[in-house]
Nanobody
Framework: QLQLVESGGGLVQPGGSLRLSCAASGFTLDYYAIGWFRQAPGKEREGVSCISNSGSGTNYGRFTISRDNDKNTVYLQMNSLKPEDTAVYYC?????????????????WGKGTLVTVSS
């Protein structure tokens, strides 16, 4: 069974950090681009970051994406978290490998992990 499983979410205070993990089972991520997305209550899903199969990632400010193909896992390091970062975070995989992660073009999705930033 092909599966993506996110972990690492939880409650963190503003200014804190979390590292999310996205582990694949049933297939290898070697040939997939991986994206992180998030959806806050009452808002549309939005892209957070994307990484190619070779490890080229889109990193914006506080969030850094990385991957370990030996562990079949992709990570999202989130620093200086703000209350507005509160959301369910999802990872998704797209066959092809290039650094392109359109929300409607991903092949597999995880079920998400909740990140709550609050004091």
């Amino acid at each position: 069974q092909l599966q993506l499983v996110e972990s690492g979410g939880g409650l963190v205070q503003p200014g804190g950090s979390l590292r999310l993990s996205c582990a694949a089972s049933g297939f290898t991520l070697d040939y997939y681009a991986i994206g992180w997305f998030r959806q806050a209550p009452g808002k549309e899903r939005e892209g957070v970051s994307c990484i190619s199969n070779s490890g080229s990632g889109t990193n914006y400010g506080r969030f850094t994406i990385s991957r370990d193909n030996d562990k079949n896992t992709v990570y999202l390091q989130m620093n200086s978290l703000k209350p507005e970062d509160t959301a369910v975070y999802y990872c998704a995989a797209r066959r092809g490998g290039a650094i392109w992660c359109p929300p409607n073009g991903m092949d597999y999705w995880g079920k998400g992990t909740l990140v709550t930033v609050s004091s």
